[in-house]
């Protein structure tokens, strides 16, 4: 018999999203953040932090596929990487599809990374390969390293609270003294229909310090209205350098996520 | 004050989705449905057959504009349209953007007319143009017509219940019937994600009688998973002939849209 026991967030104050819930399985206050995983009927397991779905087994491949791919494809040859966030293993995860070298990956709640490699082995198996390390602190500090990448690929969560710095200027300016001229920078930035600013911030702040700045879509179905983007920029080319094909991404993808609706075109010219 | 008074949809068994109330406006159960009107926080007007979200006034015009446009654009000259269906008017308000002579509309349930008469005018202001006639009756039956289409749109509730015959092969072998060559028709076809039985059975039912058959996905918030697909099908060319710019719909989305996660792609394939 199905219990009538939820899991609902509020994606805001006036629209939510629920789904049945088998049990509690993890719940922890870190120092930053209230960590949850569910096991739920449709979407399988589920990290949830502060409220808000990070994953969910069923549609996780959606987002981390279209975070990680069309920067990974566009790099000539990409060795080096910086995840920024990213605790749950799962863009670490895509990049491992690419013969890359080292991946650095930044995230500051290494709760967040001890809860993943116990519930969510699909995504936290990455951190397995000797290729990536991981460092437990603030990304915005982190980037004033001197080390140089190839990729960086930033996994935050909204900015609001302590990832908000992650969408600044003096961010992007850091970010882009770690890349060279074909290295290649992608942020998520939020719903475009229900935080409309998010990608407003993302789109200006690049384009601020990169030459060629794109902004694409994917669905995401346990994100607030299903509705994702992203925003990639690099000094050099955006152009498919190689071919990729997982259970979301493929040839027409790369292309065709960059095509945006004429609502979000007029957000970003405001 | 906000008052703790929400409705929500089953988008499935496990899985919610809702919306804060101010009130409710409207509740009929007609010969067909139950049918209600809401005004919410954050979506404006509502309105729900049978528990199920169809329009709301913040982000129907992602549904509307990307049922009607991409065969409206693809038509050499789309004269007389046939929508079956659409019973709030905004398939007829988005095919009257273009000089067509004649709007047939077959609704099944004239109820559903008149609550969206009475509440969404935005949507209804259609049913003020001389050129659509409405037709009460089933549109199963409506296709034993003589008459002859350019365009054929079915905004038809999901293959359950009494629109199921709107996805049969009787249903698509007579839509058929009524186009020439160069005549198109394009259906919802509900969730890929959630539902992918609904857009294989649209496919593949097009496949058995149009030469060219053409899925395509835009965003819908409020449907389930925010994923919404649809089917189009000629025996002609499915090329732009026209331009179209709306506020989803533009030069890029056209081809865009159906460029198919790899998921979606292997769904039609089985």
């Known amino acids: ?14 629209v939510k999203f629920g789904v049945r819930t088998r049990s ?91 809860a993943a490699k116990a519930y969510l082995p699909g995504l936290s198996s990455s951190f397995k390969d000797g290729r990536v390390k991981v460092y437990n602190m603030d990304a915005f500090e982190f980037v004033d390293t001197n080390r140089k990448y190839d990729v960086i690929l930033v996994d935050s969560t909204d900015p609001i609270g302590f990832a908000a710095s992650l969408f600044s200027d003096v961010f992007y300016m850091k970010a882009h003294d770690l890349l060279d001229e074909s290295g290649i920078i992608a942020t998520q930035s939020g719903s475009p229909f229900m935080n409309p600013d998010f990608i407003k911030k993302a789109y200006r702040g690049l384009k601020g310090h990169f030459k ?34 997982g259970r979301y991404m493929n040839e027409e993808i790369y292309g065709a996520s960059s095509s945006l609706p004429e609502f979000i075109k007029k957000i970003l010219e405001e």
């Open 1 to 14: 018999m199905k219990v009538d026991f939820w899991f609902t967030e509020f994606q805001n104050e006036d």
């Open 24 to 114: 509690h399985l993890f719940s922890k206050e870190s120092k930053y953040q209230k960590i949850d995983i569910f096991d739920t009927e449709f979407y399988g397991r589920v990290m949830v932090l502060d409220g808000c779905f990070m994953v969910t087994e069923k549609d996780e491949f959606m987002y981390q596929e279209m975070l990680s791919h069309p920067a990974m494809v566009s790099h000539p040859n990409p060795k080096d990487v910086l995840i920024i966030g990213g605790g749950d293993g799962g863009v670490a995860r895509e990049v491992l599809k690419y013969p890359v070298k080292t991946v650095d990956l930044v995230e500051i709640d290494e709760e967040v990374i001890a």
């Open 212 to 245: 060629t700045v794109r902004p694409y879509l994917s669905f995401v179905p346990t994100y607030p209205s299903g509705m994702w983007s992203y925003v990639m920029a690099t000094d050099g080319k955006l152009e498919k350098q190689r071919k990729f094909s």
